[in-house]
């Protein structure tokens, strides 16, 4: 345990940014699932809509540096592919 204030309020920090950032991850998880399932009930509207959403989220999680530029890259192009092949 901490005995220093700044330490104690440290750890207080970390372990709301912790929580936000798990918060978001659960987040982009379901948004993906969502994309996945659309996909795979083969409906063009819907996996179109879900796909935008998809790809923003993925942007803003890079953003926010959840995923690293590269990994948010090939997820976008991984769902590219995937709605590509939905046509």
Request: charged fraction near 25%.
């Amino acid at each position: 345990m901490p005995n220093i204030k700044s330490a104690k309020k440290r750890v207080k920090v970390n372990a709301i940014k912790t929580l936000n950032n798990q918060m978001a991850k659960s987040a982009l998880k379901t948004t993906l699932k969502k994309f996945e399932a659309a996909v795979a009930s083969g409906d063009k509207a819907e996996a179109t809509a879900a796909y935008t959403t998809a790809v923003k989220a993925v942007d803003q999680a890079a953003a926010k540096h959840l995923l690293h530029k590269n990994n948010a890259a090939n997820k976008k192009s991984a769902m590219t592919l995937k709605m590509n092949a939905l046509a």
